[in-house]
């Protein structure tokens, strides 16, 4: 009997297990084909758990829990997979009818874009609920009591806004009709006009982001101009005068060109031919500017001071065989017979300057000739030719023999003198390169 009841309650404990995880696997395999998201609603009055959630209308999904919160409901709801919503999305409690219960509609459907993911969370911004009946009715007693008479038998409020409006509008209505017209072309324009008219508004945004972005200039160019201001009213004399004195200049120059209307106007023209030209020869002077700087930097390196000439030559590369140059140019420039025109130009021309070839022009550009050296290069054939020569003072009074042994106490002079000791040239070689080189010159 007791392995009998052992066997029976075995057996009861196994169906009960896999009761259990047959509710467990269908519960997941449920949950793997559904997307799971949160919304949060101000209110959910109306709604229960089980409840639809809809797009387009149709279900597609339900509420699986609702959970209330100090300042709004945390609904939680699931989507068949099979249905794909925005990741934007928003939700809305709809109202099918007063008596059915309500769902939750999913807008807009998804056309394209990122899509819900599992425990995605709607905030209360993207939710909304309907309005309640209780809502609508009290507001409506509320605008029906605004309106009613204070006192009974008087006017109410809006029965006096009809009679005020009654008595103004009374034979008005041909005014009215005129009018309503006027604003009906009026509407038409601006309606043909439309594009015209939001450029001219996106304008205006442009320049006032513009403004906006500068503020730091306009706030700087404001207390300039009232820097300026303070300093205009702080001296009305000097600006009177100042006015004063262009009045009078602008008197002048008015007299001179009455004066001189011709003169001006012939000026005027050559100013104008003279700027047509140099208009022509933009691109030459942008080309001689351009070169100038350069080519004058050069000329000025060719000519070095110590030796007071130019270290360049100018060449002539034309002229080294001016047939050639003279007679192909002819040859360029003829259209028919360009062969035979270069052939005559070389039978009488080449008798004549055959022996025209120069490589460099005929004379010198350097028109004195002469040797330039530093200071520190020149050496004096005379001591008394320096500069910085200082001659020797008179001879000492005769005192006279000097004792034998005794030194004298003014050595002997050379006769001329002789230079200082700092200034005593150098004691070279003789040979013919010293003598051509000055001393203290590089190597």
């Not at 989507?79 to 809305?92: H, R």
């Not at 609920?129 to 038998?153: F, H, I, M, S």
Request: net charge negative; with cysteine; glycine share 8%.
């Amino acid at each position: 009997m007791t392995k009998r009841r052992w066997m029976t309650g075995l057996a009861v404990a196994f169906v009960l297990i896999l009761v259990a995880g047959g509710v467990l696997l269908f519960r997941t395999f449920e949950r793997a084909d559904r997307t799971y998201a949160t919304a949060y609603f101000a209110n959910s009055t109306g709604l229960y758990p089980g409840d639809d959630i809809r797009i387009l209308g149709v279900r597609v999904g339900g509420v699986e829990t609702i959970e209330a919160q100090p300042q709004q409901v945390k609904i939680t709801f699931w989507v068949d997979d099979q249905y794909k919503v925005p990741a934007d999305a928003q939700a809305v409690i709809l109202s099918p009818s007063l008596v059915s219960a309500r769902a939750i509609q999913l807008v807009p459907a998804y056309t394209e874009g990122p899509q819900m993911k599992n425990d995605a969370v709607i905030p209360q911004t993207r939710t909304a609920v309907p309005v309640e009946w209780d809502d609508l009715r009290e507001q409506l007693t509320k605008l029906v009591e605004a309106l009613q008479p204070v006192e009974p038998g008087e006017v109410s409020t809006l029965g006096a806004f009809v009679n005020t409006a009654a008595d103004n509008l009374r034979g008005e209505g041909a005014n009215i009709h005129h009018t309503l017209v006027k604003l009906s072309q009026a509407f038409s324009a601006l309606g043909d006009h439309s594009g015209d008219m939001f450029g001219a508004i996106r304008n205006i945004s442009l320049v006032v982001s513009a403004l906006q972005d500068s503020t730091d200039v306009m706030r700087s160019l404001n207390r300039n101009l009232a820097a300026t201001t303070t300093l205009l009213t702080d001296q009305p004399n000097e600006v009177r005068q100042a006015l004063a004195d262009m009045n009078a200049v602008a008197r002048e120059v008015t007299g001179f060109v009455a004066e001189n209307r011709e003169p001006v106007g012939i000026t005027a023209d050559k100013l104008a031919s003279i700027s047509g030209a140099l208009d022509e020869s933009l691109g030459d002077l942008e080309q001689t500017l351009h070169l100038a700087p350069t080519q004058l930097s050069n000329f000025v390196n060719i000519y070095p001071p110590a030796i007071g000439g130019f270290a360049g030559a100018f060449s002539l590369n034309n002229f080294a065989n001016p047939i050639q140059f003279l007679c192909g140019a002819i040859e360029a420039a003829s259209r028919l017979g360009s062969e035979q025109a270069a052939k005559l130009c070389v039978q009488y021309l080449a008798p004549i300057v055959k022996n025209r070839q120069y490589n460099f022009p005929p004379l010198g550009v350097n028109p004195v000739v002469g040797a330039y050296a530093r200071p520190n290069e020149i050496t004096y054939s005379e001591d008394w030719l320096r500069p910085d020569y200082i001659p020797p003072g008179p001879p000492p009074p005769d005192t006279g023999p000097v004792p034998a042994g005794m030194p004298s106490q003014t050595p002997p002079m050379p006769d001329g003198g002789a230079a200082l000791p700092a200034e005593a040239p150098e004691v070279g070689s003789t040979d013919l390169h010293d003598m051509m080189v000055p001393a203290g010159a590089g190597s």
